[in-house]
């Protein structure tokens, strides 16, 4: 006979800390029990599926389950930096970013909140696709919540080693974790949709961000999706707009930005994949300018 722990409090994230956030406690993510956000607006800097003409209504949540040591949103996501809502609140704000014409209601790293997005979301009943943006660490009771409720899935697939995941993300068990949760995230939504403006209606947009020296999980990433997806059933997104923001002395091998050589190959090496459908971005996009104002805009 086994006898499985019981974990109490918070399970949202597959770290299942436990931690009572209602009574004060914070996990990993560093989340208290309320919504907190830096910020809800027209977001021009995503895949021209999302984006538009437009813009996507970008809703940027504190807090995150992951931490990574190079992320550019690290003003929200490892410092913290929010405003508390309601979910009230958080419903009024999908509907006005929907009143004012965005394509879509793009929640980012919103795993932390996800029962109250779903309260908010019932609310406000957006008429507009909801996307789900986050890191890809997702577990899989949380998103069966979120199904019926998200109608399009952005995550990362960042790593496709344990050592990395765990050095960077503090997460070793990452790229398992990851796998599943995109084959559930496929099996919510099956292969996209796009409108006649080529705005995405339904469906998974997997992103891969070039690390420098990591071609490998570069590749093992792209082959994965490749031979897990039919070619036309995924959207794939190559992202080379690393920028070096790790502290250089406790991690200098991600102490210069990618080279025009690692670029070059991966970029071959998914041309060759046969994935079909999606983007690559130009080595111009390494720089902090489309990182976002965390001054809460529309909080």
């Not at 697939?157 to 050095?167: E, G, H, N, Q, V």
């Not at 070096?244 to 990618?258: I, N, S």
Request: hydrophobic share 40%; with cysteine.
């Amino acid at each position: 006979m086994s006898i499985k722990k019981e974990t109490r409090g918070c399970t949202l994230c597959p770290r299942e800390c436990g931690v009572d956030r209602a009574a004060g406690g914070r996990g990993y993510c560093g989340c208290p029990a309320e919504i907190r956000l830096a910020r809800a607006a027209a977001h021009f800097g995503e895949e021209p599926c999302i984006t538009g003409l437009d813009g996507s209504g970008a809703v940027f949540f504190s807090g995150c389950t992951l931490r990574c040591v190079f992320c550019q949103n690290r003003e929200i996501s490892l410092q913290g930096r929010g405003k508390a809502v309601s979910v009230e609140r958080l419903a009024e704000i999908f509907r006005e970013l929907e009143a004012e014409g965005v394509h879509n209601l793009n929640l980012v790293t919103a795993t932390p909140y996800a029962d109250k997005c779903v309260e908010a979301l019932k609310l406000a009943q957006p008429k507009i696709p909801v996307v789900w943006n986050s890191s890809g660490y997702e577990s899989l009771q949380t998103l069966r919540l979120l199904e019926g409720h998200v109608q399009s899935y952005m995550p990362d697939y960042k790593y496709s080693t344990p050592l990395a995941a765990r050095r960077w993300s503090g997460a070793r068990d990452y790229p398992a974790v990851a796998r599943a949760a995109i084959a559930e995230m496929y099996r919510q939504t099956g292969p996209f949709v796009m409108d006649e403006n080529g705005i995405l209606q339904s469906g998974v947009l997997i992103r891969h961000l070039l690390l420098p020296g990591r071609l490998k999980d570069a590749f093992e990433v792209i082959d994965w999706v490749a031979d897990t997806f039919p070619p036309d059933a995924v959207l794939f997104s190559l992202m080379s707009q690393y920028v070096p923001f790790a502290d250089r002395d406790k991690f200098p091998e991600l102490a210069r930005p990618v080279s025009q050589e690692e670029y070059d190959r991966a970029q071959a090496y998914l041309a060759a994949s046969g994935i079909e459908n999606g983007y690559f971005q130009d080595l111009t996009s390494a720089t902090g300018e489309m990182i976002p104002h965390f001054d809460f805009t529309g909080v």
